[in-house]
């Protein structure tokens, strides 16, 4: 916190020309000193002005208590702090949250009970953006209150050359960053009007050992895990036995192993290593080295190194203006470098890179899913499945036994319907009126009796004629006979074979007439049952007889039967308006739940192939046919 007397424009740089107050404000102004200098001489001209003993500057720390940032007269480090300047301390909230400028009166020991206080803190709040960046406390001796209010006013003007030295620095910084930018520029201006790599590398080197006032600029690129020197200033020509090559190569491996600059000689507290730089210095100097490393992608992958008279070394401002123009290059850098190489090396780095992003850290997801899908390729490619055409069927009887009318008459009572199972010679299926045919058993009896007894009287009475003709009329009779009671007897309906009714739902006729032959019942056997397959024809080259496969029907799904194909039919039909083709087949079980007409699902057995020729059969052929390959 001291104050540099030799360039100090306070009272003390002043008294022996005595300079207007005007003077000293515009010399203040127009200072160009470190802001500790400045502070200092601030305050010095601040006390003059404002007739004030001592000043100070406070401002918040990081814990919320006041940090002294200068003060005048300066306070020794160590020492105690003046009584006005605790007291300032303490009032720093107050003052910082009113905003405004406070007096405050400071009484000493010697004041008497009453006394008007001999000396005063006036304390100017600095404000900086939406709040008060801090304090500054000024301690004046007097019992004037105008000679006090007079101090206040000039003490509030002058805080105004703060504001100001501050903007003048920040219009400094922003020079100083438009002319790094500049130089950036130039440089990239320079490199880019190359097409080669080669040119474009003895450009940059040249441009940067002229611009930088270099004795060497050297341009290398990271091959593998080694440095190799592509450029030279001023050279057109070297080799990699050059003792001076492997020093710089050295220098700049040491560089991208650290991934940072580099400058030698370095200051004490550097925490990078340059003992590469060093012995580069040492042996081929002594010069200044500058290496810094060229970043792609976050990653370093060329380095630039610059030398220069050890009495010139790299300050801090042109490592940074350096640094700007190493991160505009490095894009044209690395993409000439890449182009530069034969097709093989460009792909064979592409396929690195490819690499090593798919075994990298990032894009886990992405990743996975990649792997994913390739495992899904693979596995549809190379694994076999059962490929099985599928169609709908039906089951269907073999054969049906048909259940005719035995003669002409009515329905008397019906006592199945289909689909009623029924045993053969026992189930009563229907019985027809005999009431007529009875009438005529009778009427046909007693002339059978009439033509008997004509007969035994003509055979009395020797009329052997009449006694035949009589006989004869009662055979007629008894052969009517026969017929009426076998009718009668054929009136109930038995079913010949054990089944299923398949047809002959009459119980809405009964008492409607019947003739002889009409068909009242269809049965089905159970044990001759086959199912009945609807291939599209699409799918029906792929279907042959002698395959085997397996059904389920709609009603018990989870019970799967065998199959055998026997034949398929070679017309084709229009089924809900598409074309297909029936196939019928054998089954290999009988079940004794199913029933004909029971519909559901079959898959024919065709052979075993890769899965994606299964999952992609029907949209291949579906693009043949459309671009009819």
Known sequence: MTVDHSRQVGPSAVSAERPTVAEIIDRLSRFDGPPQEFLANLLAVQCQIGAAEAGAILRPG??????????????????????????????????????????????????????????????????GGEGV?????????????????????????????????????????????????????????????????????MALANDMASRWQ????????????????????????????????QDIEAAMEECLDQDVEITFPSSPDATFISRAAGELSRRHGPTAVLALPLRHGGRPSAVLLLERPADRPFAADEVESLR????????????????????????????????????????TWIKLAVLAIVGVAAFALFAQGEFRVEAPFVFEPIEQQVVPAPFDGYLESVLVEPPDMVE???????????????????????????????????????????????LAQADSEAAQIDLLEYQVSRATIISPVGGVVVSGDLKRQIGAPVKTGDV????????????????????????????????????????????????????????????????????????????????????????????????????????????WI
């Open 62 to 127: 990081a814990s919320g208590a006041p940090e002294l940032l200068a003060a005048f007269p300066p306070v020794a480090p160590g020492a105690t702090a003046p009584v006005w300047l605790a007291r300032a301390a303490e009032l720093f909230a107050e003052t910082a949250g009113a905003r405004a400028t406070a007096v405050k009166a400071l009484h000493a020991a010697e004041d008497l009970y009453g006394q008007a206080a001999r000396r005063h803190l006036i304390l100017v709040p600095l404000r």
């Open 133 to 201: 960046r801090g304090v500054e406390a000024f301690l004046v001796e007097t019992r004037d209150a105008a000679v006090l209010a007079a101090a206040r006013e000039r003490l509030e003007l002058t805080v105004s050359l703060l504001s100001l030295y501050e903007m003048r620095l920040a219009l400094g910084r922003r020079q100083t960053d438009l002319r790094r930018l500049r130089a950036a520029l130039e440089t990239l201006a320079v490199i880019n009007e190359q097409d080669k790599f080669a040119g474009m590398a």
């Open 214 to 245: 270099c004795d060497r600029a050297s341009l290398g690129i990271l091959k593998g895990r080694y440095v190799k020197l592509r450029a030279m200033s001023h050279t057109e020509k070297f080799s990699r036995k050059m003792k001076i090559v």
């Open 324 to 363: 700007l123009t190493a991160d505009l290059a490095t894009a044209r850098v690395v993409n000439l470098e890449e182009h530069a190489r034969w097709f093989g090396a460009r792909a064979a780095s592409g396929l690195r890179k490819a690499a090593a992003a798919a075994v990298g850290p990032k894009h």
């Open 424 to 470: 053969g010679g026992r189930t009563v299926l229907a019985t027809l009126d005999t009431s007529m045919l009875r009438m005529q058993l009778a009427s046909a009896k007693a002339k059978r009796f009439e033509y008997q007894k004509q007969a035994a009287a003509a055979a009395r009475e020797e009329k052997t004629a009449e006694a035949q003709i009589a």
């Open 520 to 627: 009242l019942f269809e049965v089905a056997p159970l044990e001759a049952l086959r199912a009945e397959l609807s291939v599209r024809d699409e799918r029906i080259a792929d279907v042959e007889a002698g395959q085997e496969g397996e059904l389920a029907t709609a009603s018990y799904p989870e019970r799967r039967m065998r199959f055998v194909v026997e034949r398929i039919t070679p017309m084709s039909e229009v089924v809900q308006r598409a074309n297909v083709f029936k196939v019928r087949v054998r089954l290999l079980s009988a079940e004794p739940w199913i029933r004909p007409g029971m519909e559901g699902l079959a898959k024919v057995d065709v052979g075993r192939r890769s899965y994606a020729w299964i999952w992609t059969r029907q949209a291949v052929n579906w693009v043949r046919m459309k671009l």
